[in-house]
């Protein structure tokens, strides 16, 4: 509809205007499907990405060795985001009683300060693959997330 007003307005026929606007050839569309395609497939990368991580992480808790060891320290990064946002990360130790060797988790990058909610001592719940606690995943979910990252 739009068009049959701007062929009027203009006063070209739409067989004028298809001819007046920029041809599409074969080579155009090819490129274009080419730029869609790679964009999909690098979506599709970092959506499975995203997905393993997610099914990992449910993995060690239903599965996984629960520990609850002291928090050591809040860290804040000083690598800065792209909009010049702050990165913390959350530092645990644990000493295996089997063993006796100690083992020092890291939280995944966090976009607020924790030091707000959790103090030195305070614990938050780790799942490791019992045996291999290079595999683990520690449980920020508890924490109250600020306005600005919940989408509102």
């Not at 683990?136 to 509102?152: I, M, T």
Request: hydrophobic share 30%.
């Amino acid at each position: 509809m739009l068009g049959a007003v701007y062929c009027l307005c203009w006063g070209l026929l739409p067989e004028q205007l298809r001819s007046a606007s920029f041809p599409t050839t074969s080579r155009d569309s090819l490129t274009s499907l080419l730029y869609g395609l790679f964009i999909t497939v690098v979506c599709g990368v970092f959506g499975a990405f995203q997905l393993r991580k997610q099914r990992r992480h449910e993995r060690l808790m239903q599965f996984g060795r629960r520990i609850d060891p002291p928090i050591t320290k809040i860290e804040e990064s000083l690598w800065r985001g792209g909009n010049g946002g702050r990165f913390y990360y959350i530092y645990s130790q644990w000493q295996d009683p089997a063993t006796g060797k100690k083992h020092t988790f890291e939280s995944e990058r966090l976009g607020f300060d924790p030091s707000t909610h959790l103090r030195r001592g305070d614990t938050l719940p780790i799942y490791f693959e019992p045996g291999n606690t290079a595999h683990y995943y520690f449980d920020v979910s508890s924490l109250p997330k600020p306005r600005h990252l919940l989408g509102n």
